[in-house]
């Protein structure tokens, strides 16, 4: 699974991008790279990377018990 930070790049390189393509306007301050974002907004990215890693994890632990259920069956 990629890292916490890798994740919240995508996230902020995705939002940015997204929110062209839709004509938002973000703040100045945050149309810039991952590393030269503002301190808060960078540790928003980083906690929202942590909610996506959990909900991954989640549905892989569920899918697993999925299997084995099947697998008992059989």
């Known amino acids: 699974m990629k890292s916490q930070e890798e994740i919240a790049r995508m996230l902020h390189e995705v939002y940015e ?8 306007k973000t703040q ?10 503002p301190e808060s907004n960078r540790l928003v990215m980083l ?3 942590d909610f996506v890693r959990s909900m991954i994890r989640e549905e892989l632990a569920r899918q697993k018990d999925e299997m084995k ?6």
């Open 17 to 24: 991008t997204n929110a062209k393509v839709v004509g938002w």
């Open 28 to 37: 100045k301050e945050c149309r810039v790279r991952f590393q030269d974002l």
């Open 47 to 49: 906690r929202m990377a």
């Open 69 to 74: 259920y099947v697998e008992e069956e059989y």
